[in-house]
């Protein structure tokens, strides 16, 4: 299997979870999004999307200038909130200046 394809499949699961979690993170739960927990760096799902708190540290090749979380459609923080809940990350909050390889824009 070559490096191309193993990342296809990687970011299709990727994706693939990202949707099937939208309807979760839209309905909310009963927590509000400041009693979230944010993500960590060691959580297992942020290091498979490549997950950084800071969109300006990401090293990632598919990373493209001005992309963050608040810029998401998974993202579903208030508008000029610091952090908020995130489609990949049930019952966890994530940075809005925050990156990861899941990233899709806001349409």
Request: charged share 15%; net charge positive.
């Amino acid at each position: 299997m070559t490096a191309c394809n193993s990342l296809s499949r990687r970011r299709f699961l990727t994706l693939a979870a990202a949707v099937a979690a939208v309807p979760v993170a839209l309905h909310g739960g009963d927590a509000q999004a400041a009693d979230l927990p944010l993500v960590t760096a060691d959580d297992p799902t942020a290091k498979g999307v490549g997950y950084v708190a800071d969109a300006a540290t990401a090293k990632s090749p598919a990373f493209k200038a001005g992309s963050a979380c608040a810029k998401c459609a998974l993202y579903s923080g208030a508008a000029g909130a610091a952090s908020g809940p995130c489609g990949i990350f049930p019952g966890k909050a994530v940075s809005a200046k925050g990156w990861c390889t899941a990233f899709a824009p806001k349409g």
